[in-house]
């Protein structure tokens, strides 16, 4: 682990914004991922439904169940002590009444261990927010591309490209933030919208695709180390090609294995036994 990291709390968010302090934040779904997250200078990771996709190969996020989000966090919040951990709240778990996102609410942090929860939605969810923030649990908000509700957003395009959706991002904005929600993650919006949510609110902005004048970047780990596929969003900087690399290490172990060079007898046990050429 990094000597110089210390794992933030929800007041740290606020502290960091406040003191114009830079910070990141990245997708991990089980043990070892997590663990490699908690040894890098990285203060955030989101268990993210996106794990739907990545980790259980669904088309989307709308399937993932709470029950498997519960499954994919706990793990991550044994791997990575030292890093703040968010929980995402799959579709489903917070829509049909307040009472019900409470409760998806308190699974998430009794049962996964999650420091907080995520959920998505503006103006529409600020009661829902507001009460699970009553009940005593931090919330992260999420805004601008919601790929639970994709399909009524028309696909995964850039939000806020108008007056008009822009003003929407900011009311969303501001109603999570008089909720209580401790931060809102704004996905695909023009960075010069993202700009201007960031200077609007108190609280820090948490930007995927939003440009460089949030408070913190936000990438999907598996996209960053080119580990997911040929689908690479515009926003996202390859920073390793771990797939490849991934691929042409198991293509070496099979010639060697099938030349039967390996295992060779430094990998071996070697020992001799009475009877046994």
Request: some cysteine.
């Amino acid at each position: 682990m990094s000597e110089t990291k210390k794992k933030m709390s929800v007041l740290d968010f606020r502290k960091y914004k406040e003191q114009s302090k830079k910070f990141t934040y990245v997708t991990a779904y089980d043990y070892t991922t997590a663990s490699i997250v908690n040894d890098s200078q990285t203060e955030v990771i989101l268990v993210g439904d996106s794990l739907g996709m990545v980790m259980l190969g669904y088309s989307g996020t709308t399937g993932v169940t709470l029950d498997e989000m519960i499954h994919h966090i706990r793990p991550v919040v044994k791997g990575a002590p030292n890093t703040f951990i968010v929980g995402d709240m799959p579709f489903g778990s917070y829509n049909v009444s307040i009472e019900d996102a409470i409760k998806s609410a308190n699974r998430i942090m009794k049962e996964g261990g999650a420091d907080c929860v995520k959920l998505e939605g503006g103006v529409e969810f600020a009661d829902t927010v507001a009460a699970i923030v009553k009940a005593g649990i931090p919330v992260m908000g999420h805004i601008g591309l919601t790929p639970q509700t994709t399909s009524q957003l028309g696909g995964f395009k850039v939000q806020g490209g108008t007056p008009e959706s822009a003003e929407k991002l900011l009311a969303d904005a501001k109603a999570l933030e008089a909720a209580g929600a401790f931060s809102i993650v704004v996905e695909c919006v023009p960075s010069v919208v993202a700009k201007a949510l960031t200077k609007a609110l108190t609280i820090p902005v948490l930007g995927i695709g939003a440009g460089p004048d949030v408070d913190c970047q936000v990438l999907v780990l598996q996209d960053m180390l080119g580990m997911y596929g040929d689908f690479k969003p515009k926003f996202v900087k390859l920073y390793a090609n771990l797939r490849t690399a991934m691929v042409e290490a198991l293509n070496e172990f099979h010639t060697e294995a099938e030349a039967g060079t390996f295992p060779s007898p430094e990998y071996s046990f070697n020992a001799k036994v009475e009877g046994y050429e």
